[in-house]
C-alpha cells in the first residue's frame, strides 16, 4: 500500500480546454494523458507548471493538495513524507537545488550606506562606473618605469581574467543540465564579458568557441580532463566541494548519460558517472599545492588556478592554506548553492552560510596579508543584485549565480533535477525535453539579468558615493547589521545599524 497521498492536485478546466494536447506534450513528468479528455495522475505531478503555462485556453491549475498530510509542529509534511519514502525504498532520499531549510539568511540582516549632505553622491546615468574586474593573484607591489616618456609596468603580472561586471556563472556540468542550458550559458557569458564553467561533465566541442569565457573545472571525478580541455578555457577551476553537498562527490545517475554525454565525459552510455567524495591524490595542502602545479605546466603558467571550496566551519583556515599552495583564485559556495542531485540529509544539515564564511575568509586573508595573493568569488544563495553587492562589500571580488541563472531561463524550482525530467529542458537529456529550451531566447533572459544587476550595482555605487565597483570590495563599514546578536555582527565585522 503507498501511504503517500498526492503533494499536488491537478485541476483541468474541461469547458474551457479546446483538446490541443499542448499540456500532455510538455509534461516531463508523465502525470498528464489524453483519454478522450485530459487526465491526470496526481502522484507524479511535481508542480513544475509547464502545463500551467503552455496551455493557451489557461485552463490547467495546479494546487497544493490541503488534506495530503495532517501535519503537526513538530511533525511537518517533509518529515512524514520522508518516513513513508524511506520505509518503502531503503534509499537515500535524493533531491535537487539548494537548502531549503528557514535558516537566517544573512543577507536580509545587512543594510547598505548611502551618502546625504557632506559626502556627495554620484549620479551613475551621468559619470562612468567601473565594474570591471580582475580575477588572480595581485603582487604584494608593483614597480612602474617610465620609457621613452613613456610609463610601463615593470612588475610581471601573474594572469588575470577580465569580467566586465563581477558576476560568473556557476558551475553546472553538461549531463546535469542540457548541452541547449549549456549554450545559453556560454553565448551569455561571450554578450557580457564574462565566464560561464563547464562543471565536472567535461566540455562538449560545439563550445570550444566560447573558450575565451570559459572556466574548466576539475573534480573528482576527472571527467574529459587532457591538456586539451585545460587549455580550452581562460581559469581552471579545482573543484574540492559544493555548498550544496560539502564532503561528498558527486552523481549523475545512468539515465542522464546519453551519447553525447557519455562521450563528453568519456564514460559509457548509461553508467552512473560516480565522483568520488576526495580527490584521490589529496591529502594535505601539498598535494593540492602540487595538483595547482601541475594545471599550471599543463597550461604554461597562461591561466589563473581557482580552487572550489564549499563553506564549512574552519573555511577561514582552509582558505589560507589553499592561497599558500599557489591558488590565484578561491571560490568559496554556502550552502544555500544548489546541485542538479543530492542527498537531502546533506543539502539541508551540513555547511554554512556564505556571508560567514565570506567574512571570516576576507578577516583571515586580511590578517595574514595576504589577501591580495587570491581573487575570491562567492556563491551560494545570491538571489538579486543587493546579495551581490553586500557580498562585495563583506569581501568577494565577484559572486558566482547558478539557481538565479537557471531561474532566469524558465526553472521553477521543482527541484526534480536529479530525476532527469525536467519539463523546462534544463535539467534533463531527453530529446523531446531538451529541444523545448530554445538557446538564443534563454541566452536573451541570461543577458538581460546579468545587464539588471550591473545597473542596479552602479545605482547603488553612486549612492555610496563611489564610482568602482573595487572601492567597495571588502568594505564592511558600508554595512550595518539589523536583527542580529554581536556574535553574529563580530563574524560579519559590521557595526548595528544606528551606530
Ligand atoms: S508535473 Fe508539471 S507539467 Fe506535469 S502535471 Fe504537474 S505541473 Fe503540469
Ligand atoms: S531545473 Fe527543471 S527539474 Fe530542476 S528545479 Fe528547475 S524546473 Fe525543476
Known amino acids: 500500500m503507498n501511504y503517500l497521498m498526492p503533494e499536488f492536485l491537478v485541476q483541468v478546466d474541461h469547458e474551457r480546454c479546446r483538446r490541443c494536447k499542448l499540456c500532455v506534450n510538455n509534461c516531463g513528468f508523465e502525470a498528464l494523458d489524453f483519454k478522450e479528455r485530459v487526465v491526470s495522475d496526481d502522484s507524479k505531478c511535481v508542480a513544475c507548471h509547464r502545463c500551467v503555462l503552455v496551455c493557451p485556453e489557461r485552463?490547467?491549475?495546479?494546487?497544493?493538495?490541503?488534506?495530503?498530510?495532517?501535519?503537526?509542529?513538530?511533525?511537518?509534511?517533509?518529515?512524514?513524507?520522508?518516513?513513508?519514502?524511506?520505509?518503502?525504498?531503503?534509499?537515500?532520499?535524493?533531491?535537487?537545488?539548494?537548502?531549503?531549510?528557514?535558516?537566517?539568511?544573512y543577507f536580509d540582516h545587512l543594510v547598505l550606506d548611502a551618502c546625504q549632505v557632506t559626502n556627495p553622491s554620484i549620479d551613475p546615468l551621468r559619470e562612468p562606473m567601473e565594474l570591471r574586474t580582475y580575477l588572480g593573484s595581485k603582487p604584494d607591489k608593483v614597480e612602474i618605469v617610465k620609457e621613452n616618456g613613456k610609463y610601463k609596468l615593470k612588475t610581471k603580472m601573474p594572469p588575470q581574467v577580465k569580467l566586465e561586471t563581477p558576476i560568473v556563472f556557476a558551475a553546472m556540468s553538461y549531463g546535469a543540465i542540457s548541452l541547449?542550458?549549456?549554450?545559453?550559458?556560454?553565448?551569455?557569458?561571450?554578450?557580457?564579458?564574462?565566464?560561464?564553467?563547464?562543471?565536472?561533465?567535461?566540455?562538449?566541442?560545439?563550445?570550444?568557441?566560447?573558450?575565451?569565457?570559459?572556466?574548466?573545472?576539475?573534480?573528482?571525478?576527472?571527467?574529459?580532463?587532457?591538456?586539451?580541455?585545460?587549455?580550452?578555457?581562460?581559469?581552471?577551476?579545482?573543484?574540492?566541494?559544493?555548498?550544496?553537498?560539502?564532503?561528498?562527490?558527486?552523481?549523475?545517475?545512468?539515465?542522464?548519460?546519453?551519447?553525447?554525454?557519455?562521450q563528453t565525459r568519456r564514460i559509457p552510455v548509461g553508467s552512473d558517472a560516480i565522483s568520488p567524495a576526495p580527490h584521490h591524490d589529496i591529502y594535505s595542502i601539498e598535494d593540492l599545492s602540487q595538483l595547482i602545479y601541475a594545471i599550471k605546466e599543463a597550461t604554461n603558467y597562461q591561466k589563473p588556478v581557482c580552487v572550489k571550496i564549499a563553506a564549512v566551519h574552519n573555511v577561514a583556515a582552509i582558505a589560507s592554506g589553499i592561497a599558500r599552495a599557489g591558488a590565484d583564485v578561491i571560490y568559496i559556495d554556502g550552502f544555500r548553492g544548489g546541485t542538479g542531485a543530492t542527498p537531502a540529509t546533506i543539502r539541508d544539515h551540513v555547511g554554512i552560510p556564505i556571508e560567514m564564511a565570506l567574512a571570516a575568509v576576507d578577516d583571515r586573508l586580511r590578517s595574514e596579508g595576504i589577501r591580495n595573493r587570491v581573487s575570491i568569488i562567492a556563491s551560494g544563495g545570491i538571489r538579486s543584485s543587493a546579495d551581490m553587492i553586500k557580498a562585495i562589500a563583506l569581501g568577494a571580488d565577484a559572486v558566482g549565480i547558478g539557481t538565479a541563472a537557471l531561474i532566469a531561463i524558465g526553472c521553477q524550482m521543482c527541484q526534480k533535477c536529479h530525476t532527469g525530467r525536467c519539463s523546462w529542458g534544463i535539467a534533463t537529456q531527453r530529446p523531446e525535453r531538451v529541444r523545448v529550451l530554445k538557446p538564443e531566447k534563454a541566452k536573451e533572459q541570461l543577458v538581460n539579468l546579468v545587464r539588471s544587476w550591473s545597473l542596479e550595482l552602479k545605482e547603488i555605487l553612486g549612492a555610496l558615493g563611489v564610482n568602482a565597483v573595487e572601492s567597495l570590495r571588502g568594505s564592511r563599514e558600508r554595512l550595518r547589521g539589523i536583527g542580529l546578536n554581536q556574535i553574529e555582527l563580530e563574524i560579519l565585522g559590521v557595526k548595528p545599524v544606528g551606530r
Open 59 to 105: 485552463a490547467i491549475n495546479v494546487v497544493k493538495n490541503p488534506v495530503a498530510f495532517k501535519e503537526s509542529y513538530h511533525w511537518n509534511v517533509e518529515h512524514i513524507k520522508n518516513i513513508y519514502k524511506q520505509a518503502a525504498t531503503g534509499g537515500k532520499l535524493l533531491t535537487a537545488t539548494g537548502n531549503e531549510k528557514p535558516y537566517k539568511s
Open 180 to 262: 541547449n542550458a549549456h549554450k545559453a550559458l556560454a553565448a551569455a557569458a561571450k554578450e557580457c564579458g564574462i565566464l560561464y564553467n563547464t562543471g565536472e561533465g567535461g566540455l562538449h566541442r560545439d563550445l570550444y568557441e566560447y573558450a575565451d569565457h570559459t572556466i574548466v573545472q576539475v573534480a573528482s571525478g576527472r571527467f574529459g580532463i587532457d591538456r586539451e580541455y585545460l587549455n580550452k578555457g581562460v581559469m581552471v577551476e579545482i573543484k574540492i566541494g559544493q555548498g550544496a553537498k560539502p564532503g561528498i562527490g558527486g552523481h549523475l545517475p545512468g539515465e542522464k548519460v546519453d551519447e553525447e554525454v557519455s
